[in-house]
């Protein structure tokens, strides 16, 4: 994704974002969906930070967790992505004096929604869930650690430039599709999702293995931006019976 449609991207669904967005079909898989070798699932941020008592809790952020668990024996591949920032990291409102969060500010690389203290390396907000059971994960990705760069998406940096390595380790190990679920839907699981499509993978997200901040509006706009790049949108029961 270039730094323009990370601008684009951030405007429509950050704290500033407007709904002004024309609607776009959404993009539904057909049923019982088999995941092969070619096939990985995408465990996006599913930390203590962001499930309830967290220091940035998506609502029933911790009600993905089983679903996950069950999803997880489906694939072959999975990989487990985890925010992990520095103390006064740039994407902090405490690093920007006058700021709030959940307000926004301008960076080198675009506009920055501002969000309170979390995720700090090494701190027990940033561990993964403690219920979280994925014994065949093969790879956790840490994203945001880089002092003056935010990072939502597993495979690129808020800077549009910056790659985490992801795209080059799927494709080594031959998968060509990823299936995208976690915390939260509107922000890393999206921008996971729109990289995914961008490093030419087909991509999917689940919808119940996943859950949004929306954020002004932010939830339907990513939704409308992920159907129009092709990513489509299923539930865990199109994978695994309920």
Same mark, same amino acid.
């Given at each position: 994704?270039?730094?323009?449609?990370?601008?684009?991207?951030?405007?429509?669904?950050?704290?500033?974002? #407007?709904?002004?967005?024309? =609607?776009?079909?959404?993009?539904?898989?057909?049923?019982?969906?088999?995941? %092969?070798?070619? $096939? *990985?699932?995408?465990?996006?941020?599913?930390?203590?930070?962001?499930?309830?008592?967290?220091?940035?809790?998506?609502?029933?952020?911790?009600?993905?967790?089983?679903?996950?668990?069950?999803?997880?024996g489906?694939?072959?591949?999975?990989?487990?992505?985890?925010?992990?920032?520095?103390?006064?990291?740039?994407?902090?409102?405490?690093?920007h004096?006058?700021?709030?969060?959940?307000?926004?500010?301008?960076?080198?690389?675009?506009?920055?929604?501002?969000?309170?203290?979390?995720?700090?390396?090494?701190?027990?907000?940033?561990?993964?869930?403690?219920? #979280?059971a994925?014994?065949? =994960?093969?790879?956790?990705?840490?994203?945001?650690?880089?002092?003056?760069? %935010?990072?939502? $998406? *597993?495979?690129?940096?808020?800077?549009?430039k910056?790659?985490?390595?992801?795209?080059?380790?799927?494709?080594?190990?031959?998968?060509?599709?990823?299936?995208?679920?976690?915390?939260?839907?509107?922000?890393?699981?999206?921008?996971?999702?729109?990289?995914?499509?961008?490093?030419?993978?087909?991509?999917?997200v689940?919808?119940?293995?996943?859950?949004?901040?929306?954020?002004?509006?932010?939830?339907?706009?990513?939704?409308?931006?992920?159907?129009?790049?092709?990513?489509?949108?299923?539930?865990?029961?199109?994978?695994?019976?309920?």
């Amino acid at each position: 994704m270039t730094t323009m449609q990370r601008r684009d991207f951030v405007r429509h669904i950050g704290a500033a974002g #407007l709904l002004g967005l024309g =609607a776009a079909p959404l993009a539904f898989a057909a049923a019982s969906i088999k995941p %092969d070798a070619k $096939s *990985a699932l995408l465990v996006v941020d599913v930390q203590n930070c962001f499930v309830t008592g967290g220091t940035l809790p998506v609502k029933d952020g911790e009600q993905v967790v089983p679903i996950i668990n069950k999803l997880s024996g489906a694939f072959e591949n999975v990989v487990v992505t985890q925010d992990w920032h520095t103390a006064g990291h740039v994407s902090f409102a405490s690093a920007h004096a006058g700021k709030k969060p959940f307000e926004t500010t301008k960076l080198g690389y675009g506009t920055q929604v501002l969000w309170p203290d979390h995720c700090v390396q090494g701190s027990a907000d940033a561990a993964l869930h403690k219920d #979280l059971a994925l014994p065949k =994960a093969q790879l956790i990705i840490r994203k945001g650690y880089h002092q003056g760069t %935010d990072s939502y $998406s *597993a495979f690129m940096e808020a800077d549009g430039k910056t790659s985490t390595g992801l795209a080059a380790y799927l494709k080594a190990h031959g998968v060509d599709t990823v299936y995208v679920c976690g915390l939260a839907t509107d922000f890393c699981v999206a921008w996971t999702a729109l990289d995914a499509r961008k490093a030419g993978f087909k991509a999917y997200v689940i919808e119940d293995a996943s859950r949004g901040i929306d954020l002004n509006g932010s939830l339907k706009a990513a939704w409308e931006k992920m159907a129009k790049a092709g990513v489509k949108r299923i539930q865990s029961a199109d994978i695994v019976a309920a």
